[in-house]
T-cell receptor
């Protein structure tokens, strides 16, 4: 079993839609959680950290459920520019980031 | 700031040849990471350095891979001899977190080197 698992998608949604991605992790000792975004043929970039209390950044909301070992990302009012691959990332209080294989989102007009 | 710089951006080589990938981290960052990304396996950490010292190389696939960081502003990843299964995008990333620190600092990725081994 992979340490971090994501539905690869693709998720095809119209502009304005709300879309949610889930990610599960296998190691209960995981301590830090992130969502990275990767555009086609580009490098990954940090989208947001995920806190136990949940956090919001504009149209993006991240949630963490430690008991069930999953992380979610909710995107409201999708824009064409949101089309990308979203990578779920966990760490164990070291510098080592464990990446999921990503969920691809395609927003269409 | 120039960001993480990688060279070359693209590399096409023949099986058996030596390949050297280069990375210049963001100035002031003291942690450097080498990743490999493929469709099948996603993004995998190969090795990372803190203050120029290799901390974890457990992700290095085999002895054909080696990495060095002779100073704070330069690192290389070498594959010798290269094989077709090494074809991937290789990313370098850097961060400013102190090893053993509590908080996780953001890793900034370079644009990657696309390697094709024929």
């Amino acid at each position: 079993r992979k340490e971090v698992e994501q539905d690869p998608g693709p998720f095809n949604v119209p502009e304005g839609a709300t879309v949610a991605f889930n990610c599960t992790y296998s190691n209960s000792a995981s301590q830090s959680f992130f969502w990275y975004r990767q555009d086609c043929r580009k490098e990954p970039k940090l989208l947001m950290s995920v806190y136990s209390s949940g956090n919001e950044d504009g149209r993006f909301t991240a949630q963490l459920n430690r008991a069930s070992q999953y992380i979610s990302l909710l995107i409201r009012d999708s824009k064409l520019s949101d089309s990308a691959t979203y990578l779920c990332v966990v760490t164990y209080n070291t510098d080592k980031l464990i990446f999921g294989t990503g969920t691809r989102l395609q927003v269409f007009p | 700031d120039a960001g993480v710089i990688q060279s070359p951006r693209h590399e096409v080589t023949e099986m058996g040849q030596e390949v050297t990938l280069r990375c210049k981290p963001i100035s002031g960052h003291n942690s450097l990471f080498w990743y490999r990304q493929t469709m099948m396996r996603g993004l995998e950490l190969l090795i990372y350095f803190n203050n120029n010292v290799p901390i974890d190389d457990s992700g290095m696939p085999e002895d054909r891979f080696s990495a060095k960081m002779p100073n704070a502003s330069f690192s290389t990843l070498k594959i010798q001899p290269s094989e077709p299964r090494d074809s991937a995008v290789y990313f370098c990333a850097s961060s400013s977190r102190a090893f053993g620190g509590v908080s996780q600092e953001t890793q900034y990725f370079g644009p990657g080197t696309r390697l094709l081994v024929l």
